[in-house]
T-cell receptor, first 115, second 113 residues
Framework: GAGVSQSPSNKVTEKGKDVELRCDPISGHTALYWYRQSLGQGLEFLIYFQGNSAPDKSGLPSDRFSAERTGGSVSTLTIQRTQQEDSAVYLCASRETGGAPGELFFGEGSRLTVL | KNQVEQSPQSLIILEGKNCTLQ??????????LRWYKQDTGRGPVSLTI?????NTKSNGRYTATLDADTKQSSLHITASQLSDSASYICVVTPSTGGFKTIFGAGTRLFVKA
């Protein structure tokens, strides 16, 4: 696609429910990132995928968070047994291999509200 | 610990005025420093990029400067417009482990008519 696409744009869920957030990166971009942005805060790194390499999961805050990337393209971030502190905007970004270092192209984000 | 600190946290200016946003970082060595603009409800978009050896970079009414000795960067906005109202985020990419860019918390700019 023309840009990074994320869905849903907004998600309201009840505490304890599981949620899935989807990211469709720019076609041909091999690197994919998930970030979390709480209100008034900076972006918090969650997980990084690069091609077929094992993902870097060092930013995932707990074992309730997981992510996968199928076929080197679409990625899904799953949050199990959601808690109120999980409420935030989840941003996905992609970068082409060999692209200018640090140049990330972001989606519009998925705003998660846990009641 | 690598950090990126931005100031002020928020800023209100009148349309047509200039302003300067600050970024102090401790990331060293670094590959590049970027300023992103994030409109409300949107993802960040890159405005400028500077490598270690560059001192200034312009993009229209936006001019970024970098002082590698003092580890400071600034973003100057000239003749502000209402559409400049957004968060401006300073992002530093380390030379090592370069995929883990480090984001500042941002400066929230409000331009009033």
């Amino acid at each position: 696609g023309a840009g990074v696409s994320q869905s849903p744009s907004n998600k309201v869920t009840e505490k304890g429910k599981d949620v899935e957030l989807r990211c469709d990166p720019i076609s041909g971009h091999t690197a994919l990132y998930w970030y979390r942005q709480s209100l008034g805060q900076g972006l918090e790194f969650l997980i990084y995928f690069q091609g077929n390499s094992a993902p870097d999961k060092s930013g995932l805050p707990s074992d309730r968070f997981s992510a996968e990337r199928t076929g080197g393209s679409v990625s899904t971030l799953t949050i199990q047994r959601t808690q109120q502190e999980d409420s935030a905007v989840y941003l996905c970004a992609s970068r082409e291999t060999g692209g200018a270092p640090g140049e990330l192209f972001f989606g519009e984000g998925s705003r998660l509200t846990v009641l | 610990k690598n950090q990126v600190e931005q100031s002020p946290q928020s800023l209100i200016i009148l349309e047509g005025k200039n302003c300067t946003l600050q970024c102090n970082y401790t990331v060293s060595p670094f590959s590049n420093l970027r300023w992103y603009k994030q409109d409300t409800g949107r993802g960040p978009v890159s405005l400028t990029i500077m490598t270690f050896s560059e001192n200034t970079k312009s993009n229209g009414r936006y001019t970024a400067t970098l002082d590698a000795d003092t580890k400071q960067s600034s973003l100057h906005i000239t003749a502000s417009q209402l559409s400049d109202s957004a968060s401006y985020i300073c992002v530093v990419t380390p030379s090592t482990g370069g995929f883990k860019t480090i984001f500042g918390a941002g400066t929230r700019l409000f331009v009033k008519a």
